[in-house]
């Protein structure tokens, strides 16, 4: 009689840690009467990663990798393969919120923080690249941190780095906030900082969620009515950005891709 092929099966679940969501689920599987795990994967992906950096694997490797430091006891290509359908990228995935990460099955609130840890470090290591830069001439050189602080928010966002006069920043700040799709620009708010530090130029920056990089009739109105008022004060508005999640459009200098 024919041999009966070889057939892979779940031998053993089980939890651990103080962590009940299915995070914690562990399965070991049984091959041929062999029980194995997937330790060689991983360390397959460690090491082309060690070897050839993030272009040696595809975006959901990458993710998938990431994911075994949060959850290291089950296969985390599933899951990682789920995040990309449900999110479309992995910024989308980094921006999206701990409750929106947790609708996709098998992700549970530790990974959920976990993923959340890496967007604020990634949030500070930028914002410590503009901190220390010696001068900031061109908007280009604020986009990336801007992107990444604000591509999160669910409601339109002011924010303002103040600069002194060697374009040197002295402090940034989110100075307002508003609905999905409207905000609020108050001078008093955004000058206030300005002169507490001693900036002498700012650049402000507003986000629209789910929307275009592109400045309304509203936008261009304060913008004019902010540069008079900071004038009177010796502040120079520098630039006044309008940032979504992939474009950024500068009132001063023309769009940013």
Same mark, same amino acid.
């Given at each position: 009689?024919?041999?009966?092929?070889?057939?892979?099966?779940?031998?053993?679940?089980?939890?651990?840690?103080?962590?009940?969501?299915?995070?914690?689920?562990?399965?070991?599987?049984?091959?041929?009467?062999?029980?194995?795990?997937?330790?060689?994967?991983?360390?397959?992906?460690?090491?082309?990663?060690?070897?050839? /950096?993030? #272009?040696?694997?595809?975006?959901?490797?990458? %993710?998938?990798?990431?994911?075994?430091?949060?959850?290291?006891? &089950?296969?985390?290509?599933?899951?990682?393969?789920? %995040?990309?359908?449900?999110?479309?990228?992995?910024?989308?995935?980094?921006?999206?919120?701990?409750?929106?990460?947790?609708?996709?099955? /098998?992700?549970?609130? +530790?990974?959920?923080?976990?993923?959340?840890?890496?967007?604020?470090?990634?949030?500070?290591?930028?914002?410590?690249?503009?901190?220390?830069?010696?001068?900031?001439? *061109?908007?280009?050189?604020?986009?990336?941190? %801007?992107?990444?602080?604000?591509?999160?928010?669910?409601?339109?966002?002011?924010?303002? &780095?103040?600069?002194?006069?060697? $374009?040197?920043?002295? *402090?940034?700040?989110?100075? /307002?906030?508003?609905?999905?799709? $409207?905000?609020?620009?108050?001078?008093?708010?955004?000058?206030?900082?300005?002169?507490?530090?001693?900036?002498?130029? &700012? &650049?402000?920056?507003? +986000?629209?969620?789910? /929307?275009?990089?592109?400045?309304?009739?509203?936008?261009?109105?304060?913008?004019?009515?902010?540069?008079?008022?900071? #004038?009177?004060?010796?502040?120079? %508005?520098?630039?006044?950005?309008?940032?979504?999640?992939?474009?950024?459009?500068?009132?001063?200098?023309?769009?940013?891709?």
């Amino acid at each position: 009689m024919p041999k009966k092929p070889k057939q892979s099966r779940a031998i053993e679940t089980f939890t651990y840690g103080d962590d009940e969501s299915t995070d914690t689920v562990l399965t070991v599987m049984e091959r041929g009467g062999k029980a194995v795990d997937v330790s060689g994967h991983r360390q397959r992906l460690r090491e082309r990663f060690a070897d050839g /950096g993030r #272009k040696a694997l595809a975006d959901y490797e990458l %993710l998938e990798l990431l994911l075994t430091y949060a959850i290291p006891r &089950i296969d985390t290509k599933p899951l990682a393969k789920r %995040l990309l359908a449900a999110h479309g990228s992995l910024h989308a995935i980094l921006h999206a919120s701990a409750e929106e990460l947790q609708e996709t099955d /098998g992700l549970g609130p +530790n990974s959920a923080a976990f993923l959340k840890i890496v967007q604020g470090f990634l949030t500070r290591s930028l914002e410590c690249e503009m901190e220390h830069r010696e001068s900031i001439r *061109r908007p280009e050189e604020v986009v990336d941190f %801007l992107r990444m602080h604000l591509a999160g928010k669910s409601r339109e966002t002011v924010m303002a &780095i103040y600069l002194d006069d060697a $374009k040197r920043v002295l *402090r940034h700040a989110e100075v /307002g906030s508003g609905t999905v799709d $409207k905000t609020a620009f108050y001078p008093r708010e955004i000058l206030a900082p300005a002169l507490e530090c001693g900036a002498t130029g &700012i &650049i402000l920056v507003h +986000n629209h969620p789910g /929307g275009e990089a592109i400045p309304s009739d509203a936008d261009h109105a304060m913008t004019r009515k902010l540069e008079a008022l900071a #004038k009177e004060l010796d502040i120079r %508005l520098l630039d006044h950005l309008i940032t979504t999640p992939g474009k950024t459009f500068s009132l001063k200098t023309g769009r940013l891709i």
